[in-house]
């Protein structure tokens, strides 16, 4: 036996009787002029009909509905046969009837067949074209967070809670719980700690805030490997405007790879040129502690808001803020823009490579993009220059930061026996 799945159609027509709504309404009207006490049963038999799914041919037909006494189902046949045109009046009525139901029809077919040929041009996508679809689609998604639909929480970096000296691998998750703080942690492309708002519907959406945690021997160990400028680049490209730099003393701060006052240069530097938060704590209980003040400080700050996602080039330029809400990145988004080497374009690569030299800051090689902003333009400009000399100052005089210093000649050369010799 083959069986086919059938579906219901269930049509619920507008005005299947039409005509016998429009004379109660002229009667109704006529006795609230009136103030004749018929307009009860009148009101009362005219919503009665009005939610009756099926046509009618006579008044004695509309005797099954409440309201409809003998004498207004009589009244109805009296107009019926004073107007002459029962049958015209039933013939009417069925019209109507047909002419709705065929609509509905033809709407559920047209449905049928644009679900069919979705449904096929799927089937013919590949797996991995198929998810592309699905993450494009999730993108594209609006995600609105009404005040009191949603809640806070700290997320924190694998690598904040992990480590090779197994005394210290869950030091961390031990502060964050005895200060009982809402925290989950997981992998985060760009930051150590950040919040999110995320509602029952399993949306999240990143607050404007992230925390970048550097205890002293760390920071003096990625300025000489090149990750700290590296780093404040990503910051600054992640789309959160709020950048917070949080330094943590280690024990006494001695034995450090660089001497102390390049250290406090590089804070200074990050402050005045980055623009970035500095915040500075005596050691790791006390960064927690921060931790769980900044984490009530946002939660009073956001309860109240309403919170919209958008995609990145979509944020807003000098605020997240607006009348309407406070537009937001998604949590997924933001991991996938801030991945490391994510569809970089040549001049971002060309800037993370620049900063791989000792001493050339993030400001400087921005100003260097900025006029050559890629290697092929920068060999070119070297290759036009009349004298080995006038090439190797080519950079020199280049300005970068607020107050305007020239790179400098060590720089400019290094950049030029880096590109132009042979190895």
Same mark, same amino acid.
């Given at each position: 036996m083959i069986m086919s799945s059938v579906a219901r159609l269930e049509i619920t027509l507008k005005r299947p009787n039409a005509i016998f709504e429009t004379w109660l309404e002229q009667w109704l009207q006529e006795a609230e002029r009136r103030d004749n006490k018929s307009r009860h049963k009148l009101r009362e038999a005219l919503d009665a009909l009005k939610m009756y799914p099926l046509p009618l041919s006579s008044g004695r037909e509309c005797s099954i509905l409440r309201g409809f006494g003998p004498a207004l189902c009589t009244l109805i046949d009296k107009e019926m046969d004073k107007q002459r045109n029962k049958a015209e009046i039933?013939?009417?009525?069925s019209s109507m009837f047909q002419n709705e139901v065929l609509q509905v029809v033809e709407s559920a077919k047209k449905h049928k067949r644009k679900q069919k040929a979705d449904s096929n041009k799927q089937s013919k996508l590949t797996k991995k074209e198929q998810k592309a679809?699905?993450?494009?689609?999730?993108?594209?998604?609006?995600?609105?967070?009404?005040?009191?639909?949603?809640?806070?929480? =700290? !997320?924190?970096?694998?690598?904040?809670?992990?480590? &090779?000296?197994?005394?210290?691998?869950?030091?961390?998750r031990g502060y964050l719980e005895c200060l009982k703080i809402d925290y989950e942690i997981r992998r985060l492309a760009v930051g150590d700690f950040l919040w999110i708002a995320y509602d029952q519907e399993g949306n999240e959406l990143v607050l404007p805030h992230i925390v970048e945690r550097k205890r002293m021997d760390d920071l003096s160990s990625s300025i000489r490997d090149g990750r700290f400028h590296e780093q404040k680049h990503r910051l600054k490209q992640s789309g959160i405007p709020n950048v917070i730099y949080l330094i943590e003393d280690y024990g006494d701060n001695e034995h450090l790879s660089l001497p102390m006052d390049n250290l406090k240069q590089a804070i200074i530097n990050t402050l005045i040129h980055d623009k970035f938060f500095v915040a500075h704590t005596e050691n790791h209980s006390r960064s927690m502690v921060y931790l769980?003040?900044?984490?009530?400080? =946002? !939660?009073?700050?956001?309860?109240?808001?309403?919170? &919209?996602?958008?995609l990145k080039f979509d944020?807003?330029?000098?605020?997240?803020?607006?009348?309407?809400?406070?537009?937001?990145?998604?949590?997924?988004?933001?991991?996938?823009?801030s991945a490391r080497n994510n569809q970089l374009n040549v001049k971002e690569v060309f800037i993370l490579q620049l900063l791989q030299l000792h001493s050339l800051s993030l400001e400087k090689a921005l100003a260097i993009v900025e006029i050559y902003p890629t290697p092929r333009a920068l060999t070119d400009a070297y290759k036009a220059c009349k004298t080995l000399q006038e090439a190797r100052q080519l950079l020199a005089n280049i300005r970068f930061g607020q107050l305007q210093r020239s790179v400098g000649n060590r720089i400019s050369q290094s950049l030029h026996d880096f590109y132009r010799n042979e190895f």
């Open positions: 039933i013939v009417a009525n679809l699905e993450e494009e689609q999730w993108r594209s998604k609006q995600v609105v967070m009404q005040p009191g639909k949603f809640r806070i929480k =700290l !997320i924190v970096d694998t690598q904040e809670t992990s480590g &090779k000296n197994k005394r210290l691998l869950d030091q961390t769980q003040g900044l984490t009530q400080i =946002l !939660i009073r700050l956001y309860k109240d808001k309403v919170l &919209k996602s958008c944020l807003p330029c000098d605020s997240h803020t607006s009348e309407i809400g406070i537009w937001l990145l998604k949590f997924k988004s933001l991991n996938e823009y």
